[in-house]
């Protein structure tokens, strides 16, 4: 079941400053340049989320538990 977005809507993700770990190493703790965005920015108060990805379309939702399960 899709869900209802407005065609405009758009979303960004901030742009995170390296630590003073991550600039002394030149990457983030576990050694990759991987970024972290918390899930609340993503979800945005709603318990699914569509994201595009390489012309697929994937669901990101949250379970009751607090787990996150993506799915094609």
């Not at 977005?5 to 340049?33: D, F, I, K, V």
């Not at 920015?41 to 994937?58: C, D, F, P």
Request: hydrophobic residues 35%; contains cysteine; proline residues 6%.
């Amino acid at each position: 079941m899709p869900i209802a977005m407005p065609a405009s809507h758009t979303l960004s993700l901030p742009a995170r400053a390296p630590t003073h770990t991550e600039a002394a190493s030149g990457g983030n703790a576990s050694g990759t340049s991987a970024g972290c965005v918390d899930s609340t920015e993503i979800l945005r108060g709603q318990k699914a989320v569509e994201i595009n990805h390489n012309g697929s379309t994937y669901r990101l939702q949250a379970t009751r538990l607090g787990k996150l399960i993506l799915t094609k």
